[in-house]
């Protein structure tokens, strides 16, 4: 890229109130990790009253996660984990304009990887309905506890779908827009932001992986 | 004394693909390999507590990994990785006052 193109590229890519491209880059980043941080309270307080119920009713826990689909809640932290490493790829590869379509290929990729991880998580929560596994007058299991680890089941999981429904939403924005105005794309900060806050989403799911789906099984 | 000429800026060339690729990719097997292992452990005939303690384990390597690798923390200065930190240094100091409570119990 010579000279007169990064500049062009970085006239595209500078918004309100920075005038230095490098400055808006760092502080981008940085409001994103902040932001993510207060994510991770946000989350950490529904964490925390897992934590604190499952110590109460440690035996419906156990017994209520075995009731969850270790195949859907396996094959969507795969999809995700896959789609994390696909959209690291962005960063990496944004910022040169020879590989700003290789870039906007791997943000499409992972947002049909999002879109497979929801599909999936339908089937799932359809499945769930059909054994009767929604807190209520209905509910399956008897343990005392048990409607409780699957009202976080259910609170925990559509939260964090709608988190990689706006995350979709960002990568496809991203991805379009890019291909619109090449050479913004290969300067702009919203590359990195878009890819943190995809990373957060798999973060909060490896762990809601583990606290859901792993407890109660083969005894 | 005369100043040397200074040379002109050279603009950096663009990796390949394959190079760019390949540190996310060992990373991605590395993570799946520790869900396998994760989901796998779930099924041993091990006490409750370990298995669960294996599982924290393995999804810590695995917040890790994605914060650290694919989130580039390790190519980013301390002040941005200071940033990182504070979210998870309040959730330690969080579940730290609930475990000290249990904990504390007769």
Known sequence: MSDATVHAAEEAAIREPWEDINRQRQAVEMGMWAFLASEILFFSGIFAGYTIYRSSYPEAFWVAGGHTSLWYGGANTTILLVSSAVIALVPRSARWLSLGSFARMMLWIGACLGIAFLVLKGFEYAEDFHEHLFPGPDFELHEKGAQLFFAFYWCVTAIHAVHLIIGIGLVARLAIAGARDPLWFSRTPAVQATALYWGLVDIIWSIVFVILYLPGRGS | ?106
């Open chain 2, 1 to 106: 004394m005369s100043r040397a000429p200074r040379a002109r800026r050279q603009a950096p060339q663009a990796p390949s693909i394959r190079s760019i690729i390949r540190r996310p990719a060992w990373v991605l097997a590395i993570l799946l390999v520790a869900l396998a292992a994760n989901i796998g452990v779930s099924f041993l005939p091990i006490p409750h507590f370990a298995r669960t303690a294996f599982n924290l384990l393995m999804a810590a390597v695995t917040v890790a990994g994605i914060a650290v690798i694919f989130m580039e923390l390790d190519r980013k200065g301390v002040t941005i990785r200071l940033f990182a930190a504070t979210g998870f240094v309040w959730l330690a100091i969080l579940f730290l006052l609930i475990f000290s409570d249990y904990g504390a119990r007769p």
